[in-house]
């Protein structure tokens, strides 16, 4: 049972001068009332997941069950007569110890009791030592509460003569604790269902990663640390890619891609076929990056979207250089929508030209000398 104190120990940051809320966070183990504690700096999914990760090394094994508040780093919804929507974070943090997230029942603490309890307890020891020492920073904190942790343990229990918390925790807790991973979990940002576009790539933070072309228009699911990006459908790693430091900037890996096809299956259901004229090539901005703006022209279904990107785009790679209808210059990609929008990409340049016509003079034209007098 896992719970975050209402004490919030106030410690100092990088600035003595600046002091920040710190959160207290409790864990308990019911049989033994063994009991561990941490303090964090904020209940955010990140300090959320470490916290959970020192506990279970701290016991020394992953419990088959945690029961937690309904905090939002732990359940995204749960309401009355429905199952609990665990956040996705923190179901991966539970399968990668293999355990259970259970959240207790709203506004029901005594659903998890004894982390009340062990809250209390807790949050009373750490005041007292705190209130004859300076101001402490985060990891001072923990050491200090590491020695509390240690003294709280071994004392001796009143409901049961001659054994403490660590003694009961080696008869009771520790022969059902299942094995932990030897690596801690990596604390991943998980986002689902995200559509994998015409380019084979996904958005993630602003930044695109690619994955294989043949789930083009399939939904995948993306894990994301400070270091490396997963890309993963249908509970398997299908890409993994380093993170991109630069926002707007793209992760290709090129051997699973294929940029210059569309999958079968999208040209026999009639979905879209391959432009010659508008396909995209292999350059510094990323293969395929060109049919975003093809596609984006497709709301018009009495046009071909066959034939028209290709008569708007002659040559070159839509996105980062077109030749308009036989223009000599490079034109960025807005010129071909304006082209296709106005539906000029079968007309030829010329008809464009204003005629130097020369009026005609006849009997009805007053002519120069009708003002000078004449």
Same mark, same amino acid.
């Given at each position: 049972?896992?719970?975050?104190?209402?004490?919030?120990?106030?410690?100092?940051?990088?600035?003595?001068a600046?002091?920040?809320?710190?959160?207290?966070f %409790?864990?308990?183990?019911? +049989?033994?009332?063994?009991?561990?504690?941490?303090?964090?700096?904020?209940?955010?999914?990140?300090?959320?997941?470490?916290?959970?990760?020192?506990?279970?090394?701290?016991?020394?094994?992953?419990?088959?069950?945690?029961?937690?508040?309904?905090?939002?780093?732990?359940?995204?919804s749960h309401?009355?007569g429905?199952?609990?929507?665990i956040?996705?974070?923190?179901?991966?943090?539970?399968?990668?110890?293999?355990?259970?997230?259970?959240?207790?029942?709203?506004?029901?603490?005594?659903?998890?009791?004894?982390?009340?309890?062990? %809250?209390?307890?807790?949050?009373?020891?750490?005041?007292?030592?705190?209130?004859?020492?300076? %101001?402490?920073?985060?990891?001072?904190?923990?050491?200090l509460?590491?020695?509390?942790?240690a003294?709280?343990?071994?004392?001796?229990?009143?409901?049961a003569?001659?054994?403490?918390?660590?003694?009961?925790? /080696?008869?009771?807790?520790?022969?059902?604790?299942?094995?932990?991973?030897?690596?801690p979990?990596?604390c991943?940002e998980?986002r689902?269902q995200?559509?994998?576009?015409?380019?084979?790539?996904?958005?993630?933070?602003?930044?695109?990663?690619?994955?294989?072309?043949?789930?083009?228009?399939?939904?995948? !699911?993306v894990?994301?640390?400070?270091?490396?990006?997963?890309?993963?459908?249908?509970?398997?790693?299908?890409?993994?890619?380093?993170?991109?430091a630069?926002?707007?900037?793209?992760?290709?890996?090129?051997?699973?891609?294929?940029?210059? @096809?569309?999958?079968?299956?999208?040209?026999?259901?009639?979905?879209? +076929?391959?432009?010659?004229?508008?396909?995209?090539?292999?350059?510094g901005?990323?293969?395929g990056?060109?049919?975003?703006s093809?596609?984006?022209?497709?709301? !018009?279904?009495r046009?071909?979207?066959?034939?028209?990107?290709?008569?708007?785009?002659?040559?070159? /790679?839509i996105?980062?250089?077109?030749?308009?209808?036989?223009?000599?210059?490079?034109?960025?990609?807005?010129?071909?929508?304006?082209?296709?929008?106005?539906?000029? /990409?079968?007309?030829?340049?010329?008809?464009f %030209?204003?005629?130097?016509n020369?009026?005609? @003079?006849?009997?009805?034209?007053?002519?120069?000398?009708?003002?000078a007098?004449?």
């Amino acid at each position: 049972m896992v719970d975050f104190a209402g004490f919030r120990p106030h410690g100092r940051d990088d600035d003595p001068a600046n002091l920040l809320p710190f959160e207290l966070f %409790v864990a308990v183990l019911p +049989s033994s009332d063994y009991t561990f504690a941490c303090v964090t700096r904020s209940q955010r999914v990140a300090d959320w997941i470490w916290a959970n990760e020192q506990a279970v090394r701290f016991f020394g094994g992953a419990p088959q069950v945690i029961i937690s508040d309904n905090l939002k780093a732990a359940v995204i919804s749960h309401k009355p007569g429905q199952d609990a929507v665990i956040n996705s974070t923190f179901q991966a943090f539970c399968d990668y110890h293999g355990t259970i997230a259970r959240p207790a029942r709203a506004y029901s603490p005594t659903h998890k009791a004894k982390v009340e309890i062990g %809250v209390k307890l807790i949050q009373r020891l750490l005041r007292l030592a705190l209130a004859d020492r300076p %101001v402490m920073s985060l990891g001072e904190m923990n050491v200090l509460l590491a020695g509390l942790l240690a003294c709280l343990n071994t004392k001796a229990l009143r409901r049961a003569p001659g054994e403490s918390r660590g003694t009961l925790f /080696e008869q009771l807790d520790r022969p059902a604790l299942r094995p932990i991973q030897a690596e801690p979990f990596a604390c991943f940002e998980v986002r689902r269902q995200l559509l994998l576009g015409p380019d084979y790539r996904v958005v993630h933070d602003q930044r695109r990663y690619s994955a294989p072309h043949t789930l083009i228009s399939w939904r995948v !699911d993306v894990r994301g640390n400070a270091a490396t990006v997963e890309i993963w459908h249908d509970g398997k790693p299908i890409a993994v890619h380093p993170r991109v430091a630069v926002a707007g900037e793209a992760s290709t890996d090129r051997p699973t891609c294929r940029p210059t @096809t569309w999958p079968s299956g999208r040209e026999r259901r009639g979905r879209c +076929s391959v432009v010659p004229a508008a396909r995209s090539r292999r350059s510094g901005r990323g293969p395929g990056r060109g049919w975003t703006s093809i596609l984006r022209r497709r709301q !018009d279904r009495r046009l071909s979207v066959v034939s028209r990107p290709g008569k708007a785009c002659r040559s070159g /790679e839509i996105g980062s250089g077109l030749r308009p209808r036989g223009a000599e210059r490079r034109a960025p990609s807005s010129h071909v929508r304006n082209i296709l929008d106005r539906n000029l /990409e079968f007309t030829d340049p010329a008809d464009f %030209v204003t005629p130097n016509n020369t009026a005609a @003079t006849n009997e009805n034209v007053r002519g120069p000398d009708y003002f000078a007098g004449a």
